[in-house]
C-alpha cells in the first residue's frame, strides 16, 4: 500500500476505494452494486466512485468486461490503497459475517461465508473506558483483579500501557504495584470500576519484555515426510521451509498457542502440530513461568 502522510481524499472514500480494489481482486468482478450494498450509498455515486478510482488511483487495474456487466482486475493489477493480501477479502467478509448476526436483515453481498461461533468474552464498557484513559494519561489504576490461580477478592494498583488481542481473549499489558513487574491481566477478570489514583512514573519504554523483539523461527516437524514438510511449508507461507516471525518478547507465549505448539508437549503424531520452533535457546526465556 502507498504511504502517504496526507491522504487527498476523506477517510469514507478511501474505504470505498479499498473496497473497489478488494472485492475486484479477489473475486474477479465488481460492479456498482458491491458498493451500493456495503454503503449504502446510490448507484449514481458508486459509478463516480470507480470512475475516480480507474482514472486517477488505480488506472491500469480495471478492465470493464461486458460479459461479466462489470469490471475485473487487468493482468497487470498492482494494489494502490490495500496490500493485496488475502487477509483483507476474508477480513471483510469476517466483519459481514458479525454484522449479519447482529443485523439478521442486512446482506452485504457475502452470504456465502460462514464464521465458526467463538466464545464471547464480555468485556465491561466502564473496565475498558478507564483502562483507555489510564494508557493514554499513564495514570495509576486501582483494580479489583481475579484469576484462576488467586480467584478470591485482592485490589491491586495497575499502570496499563498497551491494550493486546492474543488470538482469542483482549488483555491489558502493564506494571503491577504489588508484585513489581510489568504483567498481563485478561479485561474479563476485572471486577467493578477501575478507580484512577493520579499519575504514576512507570512507562512502557521501561518495559524490557514489551521493548525486546524477539525473532521466532518455525520450520516443518521434521518427522514428516519431505512431501508432507512441502505442505507444510506451503500452508504456512515458508520460504525454504522456514517462517520467522518477529514479535515483542511478552508476546511470544501467546505466538506458540496460537500455532498450536505446546512447549511441554510432544505430540506422538508430527500431523498433530506440523511445525517446531528452530530457534528454541532464543525464545525460551520469554515464555511463561
Known amino acids: ?65 461486458s460479459s461479466l456487466k462489470g469490471y475485473e482486475p487487468s493482468d497487470n493489477f498492482a494494489p494502490k490503497v490495500t496490500l493485496g493480501e488475502a487477509d483483507e477479502y476474508l477480513q471483510l467478509i469476517h466483519r459481514n459475517s458479525d454484522l449479519m448476526n447482529t443485523f439478521h436483515d ?29 494508557c493514554r494519561n499513564k495514570l495509576r489504576l486501582e483494580v479489583d483483579y481475579r484469576s484462576v490461580n488467586a480467584p478470591d477478592k485482592a485490589g491491586r494498583i495497575i499502570v496499563p500501557h498497551s491494550i493486546v488481542h492474543s488470538g482469542m481473549r483482549w488483555h491489558v499489558r502493564g506494571f503491577c504495584e504489588k508484585n513489581q513487574d510489568y504483567r498481563d491481566f485478561v479485561l474479563t477478570r476485572f471486577y467493578g470500576t477501575p478507580e484512577v489514583m493520579g499519575k504514576s512514573n512507570q512507562s512502557i519504554e521501561q518495559d524490557t519484555a514489551w521493548q525486546t523483539k524477539v525473532n521466532v523461527v518455525f520450520i516443518p516437524d521434521q518427522r514428516l515426510s519431505d512431501a508432507q514438510q512441502e505442505v507444510v511449508a506451503n500452508d504456512f507461507g515458508m520460504t525454504n521451509q522456514s517462517l520467522l516471525i518477529q514479535v515483542r518478547g511478552a508476546l511470544v507465549q501467546y505466538l506458540l498457542q496460537m500455532m498450536r505448539i505446546d512447549m511441554n508437549v510432544i505430540a506422538a503424531d508430527p ?16 515464555l511463561f513461568k
Do not use: C
Open 1 to 65: 500500500m502507498n504511504q502517504k502522510s496526507n491522504w487527498p481524499f476523506r477517510y469514507d472514500l478511501l474505504q470505498r476505494y479499498r473496497l473497489i480494489e478488494i472485492v475486484a481482486l479477489w473475486e474477479g468482478k465488481l460492479n456498482a452494486g458491491h458498493l451500493t450494498d456495503y454503503f449504502g450509498i446510490g448507484r449514481q455515486q458508486a459509478s463516480k466512485d470507480i470512475n475516480e478510482y480507474r482514472n486517477n488511483i488505480g488506472p491500469d487495474n480495471l478492465i470493464y468486461n
Open 106 to 134: 442486512m446482506t452485504l453481498g457475502f452470504d456465502y461465508t460462514h464464521n465458526l461461533p467463538l466464545p464471547k468474552y464480555r468485556v465491561q464498557p466502564t473496565v475498558l473506558r478507564q483502562v483507555v484513559k489510564a
Open 271 to 286: 500431523r498433530a502440530q506440523q511445525v517446531v520452533i528452530q530457534n528454541m535457546d532464543a525464545v525460551k526465556q520469554w
